[in-house]
Structures are given as structure tokens and as C-alpha cells.
């Protein structure tokens, strides 16, 4: 047990750059205030306000919304950032633009927006598909994602604004912005592929004759 706790409290392992947008989120998310002011909102960003682009992401609804996002952002970027430094950093930029964009466009109906489950769902698509990559007929990372996708789902069939049961929102006109989810997926799925890409290319060529 002491190797394990060593192991992952290790300077070296710790996500540093996932911890301290946990940090961020933390912040927000005891000052209740600042909400109106970060959250992504569709009106704000077409008038400038770019900012909400990437802050509204770190705003959630209540706790039970908080602790869900921020526990598996820990995870995912203490299994993604030490191993894939670059692909994971790139994306925690990129990805809020992607999904924003992918909001605007497909969903001109979600007015606000907040959260990080769409971040979540690319990471988990990126770091599955390099997981499958290395056994193909594993059956751990198919569930993972039918299991994540089943919950999506579920909140988006059921929830009528609460979460579906499953996490209870403080604002009971939320919903799940399935659309936000479709763009994080198309960058975790574009992450992967760019990672497959570059490991063929890395691996060295056998001369015959």
C-alpha cells in the first residue's frame, strides 16, 4: 500500500497542468458570483467576450456536478499528461474552442453552457483508443466508453434539466449539451488518430536484401 501511495503521490506523476485547472475550477466554484461572469454564454461570446470560450468550462452547476467533472479530469490527466505531454496540453487549449464552435453551430439553442464533461469524453476517447490500439479484443475500454455514452444518454433522454438523476444540477433549467459532447469526441477521436499517424511514422524502417 505504501509503494501504491508513493507511486501516486509522486512529484514526478502528478498531473500538474490538470491540477491547476482543478485549482481554477475549485476557485469558481466557491465563489458563486463569479459564475455570470465565465460561464459560456452564447450572447456574451458573439459580443467579444472570448474569455467564456475557456472559463466556462472550469463553471459548474453545484457540487454533485463539480465533483463528477473534476474527479475525472484528475484521473484522466494523471493517465494522460506525464505519458502524452504535448497531445494533452494542445488539447485542454484547443478543445474549448472546438466544443464552443461545435455549440454554436449545432445546438443555437443552449444559450449557456458550463462544465468539464465534454473535455472529459475527448480525453477519455483519446486515451481508450490508445489503449484498444494495444489490444484490439480487450474488452475494458468498449465498456468504459458504452458505460460513459449509456450515462450521456440517459441525462439527455431523462433529465428534463436535472441530470438525469445521476447529478443534480442547481439550476433546474440545465440541460446536457449533447452537442458540446459531439465536439469533445470529434477531438479526442482527431487526437488518436494524429498519435496512431505519428507512431507509424516514428517506427523505424526494416532494409531488406
Excluded at 506525464?82 to 484547443?94: C, D, F, Q
Excluded at 477519455?124 to 465498456?143: E, H, I, M, S
Excluded at 488518436?192 to 536484401?209: D, F, I, K, T, Y
Amino acid at each position: 500500500m505504501r509503494l501504491l501511495l508513493r507511486k501516486i503521490f509522486a512529484f514526478d506523476e502528478i498531473p500538474w497542468v490538470f491540477l491547476v485547472v482543478t485549482l481554477a475550477a475549485v476557485v469558481i466554484q466557491f465563489n458563486g458570483a463569479w459564475r455570470p461572469l465565465l460561464i459560456y454564454d452564447r450572447t456574451a461570446v458573439m459580443q467579444g467576450e472570448w474569455w467564456r470560450i475557456w472559463t466556462g468550462h472550469l463553471v459548474h452547476f453545484g457540487w454533485p456536478h463539480f465533483v463528477c467533472d473534476a474527479g475525472l479530469f484528475l484521473i484522466l490527466g494523471r493517465l494522460i499528461e506525464r505519458v502524452y505531454p504535448v497531445i494533452s496540453r494542445t488539447a485542454l487549449v484547443a478543445m474549448p474552442v472546438v466544443i464552443a464552435v461545435t455549440l454554436y453551430w449545432l445546438d443555437p439553442a443552449m444559450v449557456r453552457y458550463g462544465g468539464l464533461s465534454a473535455v472529459n469524453f475527448g480525453l477519455l476517447l483519446f486515451l481508450a483508443g490508445r489503449g484498444w490500439q494495444k489490444n484490439w479484443v480487450d474488452w475494458f475500454w468498449p465498456a468504459v466508453l458504452a458505460i460513459y455514452v449509456a450515462e450521456v444518454i440517459l441525462e439527455t433522454m431523462y433529465g428534463h434539466g436535472h441530470g438525469g438523476g445521476m447529478i443534480q444540477f442547481d439550476d433546474p433549467s440545465v440541460r446536457v449539451g449533447t452537442a458540446a459532447h459531439i465536439g469533445g469526441g470529434a477531438c479526442g477521436i482527431l487526437a488518436w488518430l494524429c498519435s496512431w499517424w505519428h507512431g507509424r511514422q516514428a517506427r523505424p524502417v526494416e532494409n531488406s536484401g
